[in-house]
């Protein structure tokens, strides 16, 4: 890939399957509780919701590597546009839950010392485990394996160009 | 089993007592449950004038054999988690890999790490374990960033390299310092 282009949500994007993953585990503990005579009611409400919603929150996800800054850009009816200077990234995470290793999936987690870019979130525990920046964290999820670890690493060498000098706040 | 080596972890080796400490760990709680239960049941029998001794009997094998199985299945687990661990001190990261079914891995960049302790639980007193921790600002580095289960010798090892790149890297001559540091 050439070196000054701008690596975006097209070069590395969230699989097609990350919609589904939601609505799968939801199947699936279903059918396992039905065998024990049980299903989740308001799972089920949820899963019409899930398939109309995921579609929408990816495809309105956009994030960049802009030269100085990570510029994320989300939200469906309410919009969000954070922008996180690659000095100050605090660590770098890279997981995969058990859907996640099965279908080759990966969720790269981005983290910065602020709380201040999820104030409204913080609250809301589980809208850590989102897609885009909540709290402290950008979460870019149902990546494929190998374009997870090949974003990781871009994200790396920018962390590396880009050092803090003298000020903190690395802006 | 293959073991993913890195240069940091063949300097600062992983203690195989990891293996024993982790799975003693865990089959202790359960070992002791099941122990006071079969104390309450045995002495209720007893009380009942022993007319369900034979029950007692089986159920007791049926207990150990149990027991035997769950730490024969955690002890293989622990030495796949022993085996897969991963970490290393690269020119400008710290990396840490870990977990066997559901991998977690995490870069830090030694500018922002904010602690490095080594600490001990009373397990680890009595193999002689140490674990290594290091932290950057957020939360989830805090629970994923530690280097547990190495020998005395290690976990010094082990900090006197953080504590020394990370002050290197911090420090107010850092360009300088980096410039010599890669003449050398």
């Known amino acids: ?171 | 089993m293959k073991i993913s080596m890195s240069k940091t972890r063949e300097q600062f080796p992983l203690s195989e007592k990891k293996i024993i400490k982790k799975t003693i760990k865990v089959n202790l709680v359960l070992d002791i449950i099941v122990l006071v239960i079969w104390i309450i049941a045995a002495v209720t029998i007893g009380f009942s004038g022993g007319a369900s001794v034979g029950v007692l009997g089986v159920t007791t094998v049926a207990a150990l054999v149990f027991l035997t199985l769950f730490f024969l299945v955690t002890y293989l687990y622990q030495k796949w988690y022993w085996s897969v661990y991963f970490y290393e001190l690269t020119d400008d990261f710290i990396i840490i890999k870990k977990h066997p079914i559901t991998p977690t891995e995490i870069t830090i960049p030694y500018e922002r790490v904010q602690d490095v302790y080594v600490d001990q639980d009373l397990l680890d007193r009595f193999f002689g374990l140490y674990d290594v921790h290091l932290s950057s600002a957020t939360v989830s580095s805090g629970i994923e960033a530690h280097i547990d289960g190495v020998e005395k010798q290690a976990a010094d090892g082990l900090r006197k390299a953080l504590l020394e790149t990370v002050q290197r890297r911090i420090s107010k001559n850092r360009n300088q310092n980096l410039n010599t540091n890669s003449v050398n």
């Open chain 1, 1 to 171: 890939m050439e070196n000054n282009m701008v690596i975006t949500e097209r070069d590395y994007p969230i699989t097609k399957l990350w919609m589904f993953k939601a609505p799968i585990i939801i199947v699936l503990m279903n059918i396992v509780a039905l065998f024990f005579g049980y299903y989740f009611p308001y799972l089920v409400l949820a899963l019409p919701v899930m398939l109309i919603a995921n579609p929408l929150i990816r495809n309105r996800f956009h994030y960049s590597l802009e030269e100085k800054f990570l510029i994320v850009r989300q939200g469906v009816i309410s919009k969000k546009q954070r922008n996180l200077p690659y000095g100050v990234i605090q660590n770098v995470f890279l997981k995969q839950d058990l859907f996640d290793r099965i279908f080759g999936l990966a969720t790269l987690r981005i983290e910065n010392a602020s709380q201040a870019g999820g104030a409204r979130d913080i609250r809301m525990r589980q809208a850590q485990e989102g897609v885009g920046a909540s709290g402290n964290k950008i979460n870019i999820p149902g990546l494929k394996k190998q374009s997870a670890e090949e974003l990781k690493n871009l994200i790396l060498k920018k962390i590396k160009e880009n050092p803090i000098e003298d000020s903190q706040s690395g802006l």
